[in-house]
């Protein structure tokens, strides 16, 4: 167990912004966790992170941060067809998916190189090139901030696009330990995505490890690597439109892509919008807008989460005058009452 006071969160957000935590609580293990919480030292302001890949810091943080350091990936049913993993929440996401590439275990490849760790993903519900973690969770362990644990369903865990249960604010009180994923032995592939077949034409024959291998190639064209420059993957949510107002959008401009959901609905890339805003590769001060995908704002040196804060809203009033459609972040903003 860990416990800081006065503690940088510089390496706990991949936006990179230098701010502080007043407290900060790392643990180890379940056990850990619940002594902790039942030692009554939890404060009443508290934020749970994972790799903070997903999250802006507007300044420093005045309650108390908890960070999972829970590992592992054990084996707790394996059938002919299929595996049952649990996996710490603490573990890196795209450490879990290379060990399943190893072991042959299906259904998480397409999901290669996200940043993040396991507990974080599945409150977020992950997705890339067609496929969602919540596809692959079979049920989600918790405990709360009374110390008691619960495992819930998958059905249970309320899945949709970018959203769960758990991320719902009056459920900040549970904090994901372990998540149970249900991965296939049977061979097989989610190749819808057209730059996925695209890079796969480059290898002479389909396996796990050449299409986790294509998708980091199409990532990292496309998108920054935190390591080397701050960002939070894509900012906004790609905006879910009715049917009236996408023709509307399709009669003024016909070349705009979307895809088609059930319901008469449909999904707009939000980079397009952007990009037809005129934003990509924009910067002001340090706040910038990625130069090969617009979704993703980037932090070329010392901007603050304020700054950040700034270009995101003038590129959501652009969209809104230019297109009539409000952009929602994906990413969390942490630490302000105003906003
Ligand atoms: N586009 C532009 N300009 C750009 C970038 C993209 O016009 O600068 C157009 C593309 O031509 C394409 C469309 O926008 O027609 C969609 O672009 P892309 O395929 O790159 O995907 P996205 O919708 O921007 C989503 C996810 C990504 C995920 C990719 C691939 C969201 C908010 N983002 O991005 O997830 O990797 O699809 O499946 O749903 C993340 O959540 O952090 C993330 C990176």
Redesign the pocket.
Known sequence: MIEKKDYSLLEHNTFKIDVCAKHFVEYNSEDELIDFLQSGKLKKTFLHIGEGSNLLFLNDYQGMVLHSAIQGVEVISELDDYVLVRVGAGMSWDDFVAHCVEKLWYGAENLSLIPGEVGAAAVQN????GVEIKDLIYAVETVDIMGQRKTYSVADCEYAY?YSRFKKVENKHIFITRVILKLSKIEQYHLD?G?VRKELLKHTEVDLSTVRNAIIAI?EE??PNPCHIGNG??F???PIVSKLKFEELKSLYPEI?YYELSQAKYKI????MI?QCGW?GKRIGDAGVYSK???VLVNHGKATGKDIYELAEAIRSSVKNKFGVILKP?VNYIGSDSI
């Open positions: 992950i997705g890339a090139y970018r995505y730059s990532r496309k998108l993957g894509s906004f949510m790609n892509p890339p939000a980079a397009w990009d990509k995908q617009a979704l994906e």
